[in-house]
């Protein structure tokens, strides 16, 4: 069974650029999380989605990130414009339902320069 | 959620049996142990998992005390490629994100 996909792996732009982050969930899994982890920290949440409709965003900086997950399958993470301070890693995890096990992609890994 | 202590640190000899203790002693009766695992350069990894008894599974043993205030992962025979950052997560399993801590950083030397 393939895991969760994201892309790019690394990605790396200037200050005020926009940028955006792909996530392709394990097949059948409705609920998907992007989270956010600084470096030497631990994941941080920044959205829930159930299926296509997000259902905890309330860690998401609403005025330059934005997220999409349209048909309720994949899901594209949108940083415009970015900033010095968004360099880190982005991940997607995915789980059948929200009471079940979530699991991982490989993350992208953003540096703003 | 309950929030969970670990040690920062621990060294492991490649073969031996890595114990990483976790301390949740404000854990209520419907949350879950979650481990998790961050290899570098990778997304983490889901362990194992457990509410009361001890689990198995093909990568690792959660030992979880009768109060359920501390639990410990076993990892029975260490190599080189579990050298990674652990995290013990204490959860609902329900519409409560993972939160995490710092977790163990555990070497395994060769």
């Known amino acids: 069974e393939a895991g969760v996909v994201q892309s790019p792996r690394y990605k790396i732009i200037e200050k005020k650029q926009p940028v955006a982050f792909w996530c392709n969930p394990i097949?059948?899994?409705?609920?998907l999380y992007w989270y956010l982890q600084n470096l030497g920290q631990g994941p941080e949440l920044l959205i829930r989605?159930?299926?296509?409709?997000?259902?905890?965003d309330s860690q998401l900086p609403k005025d330059r990130f934005s997220a999409e997950r349209l048909k309720g399958v994949d899901s594209t993470l949108k940083i415009q414009p970015a900033e010095l301070g968004d360099s880190a890693v982005y991940l997607c995890?995915?789980?059948?339902?929200?009471?079940?096990?979530?699991?991982f992609g490989p993350g992208t890994r953003l540096l703003v320069l | 959620d309950a929030k969970t202590t670990q040690p920062t640190s621990m060294d492991c000899a490649e073969g031996r049996a890595a114990n990483l203790p976790c301390n949740h002693s404000?854990?209520?009766?419907?949350?879950?142990v979650y481990w998790y695992r961050q290899i570098h350069s990778q997304g983490p990894q889901y362990i194992i998992h457990?509410?009361?008894n001890n689990e198995t599974n093909e990568m690792a043993s959660l030992i979880i005390t009768e109060d359920r205030k501390s639990s410990t992962l076993i990892l029975p025979h260490a190599t080189l490629r579990d050298t990674a950052v652990y995290y013990c997560?204490?959860?609902?399993?329900?519409?409560?994100?993972?939160?995490f801590g710092k977790g163990t950083r555990l070497s395994v030397i060769a």
């Open positions: 457990g509410l009361k």
């Open positions: 404000t854990i209520s009766g419907n949350e879950y």
């Open positions: 097949s059948g899994h409705n609920t």
């Open positions: 989605y159930e299926n296509e409709e997000a259902v905890d």
């Open positions: 997560i204490v959860t609902f399993s329900g519409n409560t994100p993972l939160v």
């Open positions: 995890a995915s789980s059948q339902s929200p009471r079940e096990t979530q699991y």
